[in-house]
T-cell receptor, first 115, second 112 residues
């Protein structure tokens, strides 16, 4: 079946501009995560949504970052007033969310370059 | 603080030799541990997971992982490495509800 879909796959933006990154999770997955990966390095947790519960925003690096999930499905990560240090691959993942043992299914990511 | 560590940035092994990629964790309560792999220019893929029960967990592509509670470790292993196993490997732990944190990753190079 269809996996996690992210768009765009690549985004180049000028410093100071706002960007929106989209994630379409696997149908039926109630948990959705955003991570950031810089230059083939580790994954930095940003935020996760689980069903109708309040999202865990503990990983968002600054108030320029926000995310929402509409109708329990599609999610948008917004970065306002982008900075060069925001350049990274932004990964979205979803999981069944029916238990703590459900693995994450990742999209291919959005590569963001801030010039 | 709850955390997961991968002490090696890189592991080099010859094809046909056994490989080990190390992972240690620090969590409260029972750990839910995972290994993921990232092949070049591809997304992260789930390899295997530990919940409770057998300390040796078998996963995809011939990989297995050994859980050791006393050493708080969850090392990834494979009896005979392939060149195609060369990739970036991540250990992950679920901490409280559904939040999952990842180690820094270990790059595995398998030489023919």
């Amino acid at each position: 079946g269809a996996g996690v879909s992210q768009s765009p796959s690549n985004k180049v933006t000028e410093k100071g501009k706002d960007v929106e990154l989209r994630c379409d999770p696997i149908s039926g997955h109630t948990a959705l995560y955003w991570y950031r990966q810089s230059l083939g390095q580790g994954l930095e947790f940003l935020i996760y949504f689980q069903g109708n519960s309040a999202p865990d925003k503990s990983g968002l690096p600054s108030d320029r970052f926000s995310a929402e999930r509409t109708g329990g499905s599609v999610s948008t990560l917004t970065i306002q007033r982008t900075q060069q240090e925001d350049s990274a691959v932004y990964l979205c993942a979803s999981s069944l969310g029916t238990g703590s043992n459900s693995p994450l299914h990742f999209g291919n990511g959005t590569r963001l370059t801030v010039t | 603080a709850q955390s997961v560590a991968q002490p090696e940035d890189q592991v080099n092994v010859a094809e046909g030799n056994p490989l080990t990629v190390k992972c240690t964790y620090s969590v409260s309560g029972n750990p839910y541990l995972f290994w993921y792999v990232q092949y070049p220019n591809r997304g992260l893929q789930f390899l295997l997971k530990y919940i409770t029960g057998d300390n040796l967990v078998k996963g995809s592509y011939g990989f297995e992982a050994e859980f050791n509670k006393s050493q708080t470790s969850f090392h990834l292993k494979k009896p005979s490495a392939l060149v195609s196993d060369s990739a970036l490997y991540f250990c992950a732990v679920r901490v409280g509800g559904f939040k999952t944190i990842f180690g820094a990753g270990t790059r595995l190079f398998v030489k023919a």
